[in-house]
């Protein structure tokens, strides 16, 4: 993983057009409306619990923007170098019921074939969660393999170790974690190789 970035974009305002190479951009909506367009033609229009990505391989252009005149919108990015240089530039949308991601993972990106959810080209896995006040989640960090949790809303307890909206922490394995949410917790988990 190359980057972890949470945005807070003010009414008609965002990041217009520029340019991207090399590299694997996922989108997460966290509240909002995160429109989202391309040189490759794609216009789409991300809500909360929606996922965006961008391959943007041998290059493109792309803008991101929030187009309400009154409502703010926050996103985060997970930025990931792909396995493979020189890949085609490519975009995908996904969306999610909240159904899917309420007090268990939900896996939303990953580098192995899974039906129904973003395809990235990486030994990475992205998942999320919103999970009510007082419920507990397990992830377990094999060996070789770790895993970087942002407390995205509210506030969790891992081992004693309090995070609250915007903290962050990292586990490397073998380990498994316990994350016991204090209030509604709305949470995104990167997993992958020790080594990257």
């Known amino acids: 993983m190359e980057a972890l970035n949470d945005f807070l974009v003010g009414s008609a305002s965002g990041f217009d057009t520029h340019p991207h190479e090399e590299i694997e951009i996922i989108s997460y909506c966290v509240d909002g409306e995160l429109s989202h367009r391309d040189s490759l ?22 803008a991101e923007l ?16 792909p396995n493979t240089p020189g890949l085609t530039p490519g975009y995908a949308y996904r969306r999610f019921a909240p159904r899917d991601r309420r007090n268990k993972w939900l896996n939303v990106a990953s580098g192995r074939p899974k039906e129904g959810i973003v395809q990235i080209r990486q030994d990475a896995d992205v998942f999320v969660s919103e999970v009510d006040g007082g419920r507990r989640l397990y992830f377990a960090v094999a060996r070789g393999r770790q895993a970087y949790l942002v407390c995205l809303e509210g506030s969790v307890a891992i081992s004693g170790l309090e995070l609250g909206q915007g903290s ?16 509604n917790a709305h949470l995104l988990l990167v997993e992958m190789a020790e080594s990257a």
């Open 168 to 183: 962050s922490a990292k586990a490397v394995g073998d380990i498994e974690l316990s994350i016991d949410a204090q209030v």
């Open 41 to 62: 033609g794609n216009a789409e229009t991300l809500r909360r619990g929606d996922v965006g990505y961008q391959c943007a391989g041998s290059g493109l252009v792309h």
């Open 66 to 81: 929030n187009s309400s005149p009154d409502e703010k919108l926050r996103f985060v990015q997970v930025l990931i170098l």
